[in-house]
């Protein structure tokens, strides 16, 4: 059964860090691209970041790019999105998807996400 | 302002046949794949059409998608009160060389 669980979330104050966590387990985690996807309060979806399975690809949302970094550990079969610089728009519930082909938007599972919150 | 636009709300009757459209351009929905997630509240997303028209398994097939040219459409028929729920369409745009969602789209049964 596929897995996925985040963590590392909560509340920070502007300018600071995070690290999120996304565990997997139940797929071959090397073989397949996975995504950040957040969504604020009461808002959509909004795409924040790719990285392909060996981890040599990634893309980032213009509203991230230079302050928050994505990389996995494909020995542990862990997604990390590195967040520096937060900014209170930053606020969110963050969900770390699989996508089985990169660069497609079709993530078949999520995780049930992780909420972080930019406040002083 | 979403690069993919969705109506904001969408409503019908238990049993009607309810349809969503996603508008986009060439280069998304254009020369991409759509994808559609079903968000009910206080959960995660789900996958509910992926490849323009492709159910996974376990979605019923009330649920079909549809793509021509820079627009796509999910259509539900046999509306449900379980289909009350935001929805989502998605795709990759190669000119931003990033991932897009539509805006959303909230769906009431009456």
């Known amino acids: 059964e596929v897995q996925l669980v985040e963590s590392g979330g909560g509340v920070v104050q502007p300018g600071g860090s995070l690290r999120l966590s996304c565990a997997a387990s139940g797929f071959t985690f090397s073989s397949y691209a996975m995504t950040w996807v957040r969504q604020a309060p009461g808002k959509g979806l909004e795409w924040v970041s790719s990285?392909?399975?060996?981890?040599?690809?990634?893309y980032y949302a213009d509203s991230v790019k230079g302050r928050f970094t994505i990389s996995r550990d494909n020995s542990k079969n862990t997604l990390y999105l590195q967040m520096n610089s937060l900014r209170a728009e930053d606020t969110a519930v963050y969900y770390c998807?699989?996508?089985?082909?990169?660069?497609?938007?079709?993530?078949?599972?999520w995780g049930q996400g992780t909420l972080v919150t930019v406040s002083s | 302002q979403s690069v993919l636009t969705q109506p904001p709300s969408a409503s019908g009757t238990p049993g009607q046949r309810v349809t969503i459209s996603c508008s986009g351009s060439s280069s998304n929905i254009g020369s991409n794949t759509v994808n559609w997630y079903q968000q009910l509240p206080g959960t995660a997303p789900k996958l509910l059409i992926y490849?323009?028209?492709q159910r996974p398994s376990g979605v019923p097939d009330r649920f079909s998608g549809s793509k021509s040219g820079t627009s796509a459409s999910l259509a539900i028929s046999g509306l449900q009160s379980e289909d009350e729920a935001d929805y989502y369409c998605?795709?990759?745009?190669?000119?931003?060389?990033?991932?897009?969602f539509g805006g959303g789209t909230k769906l009431t049964v009456l």
């Open positions: 490849s323009n028209n």
């Open positions: 998605a795709a990759w745009d190669d000119s931003l060389n990033k991932g897009v």
């Open positions: 998807a699989k996508e089985p082909a990169m660069a497609t938007l079709h993530f078949d599972y």
């Open positions: 990285i392909s399975g060996s981890g040599g690809s990634t």
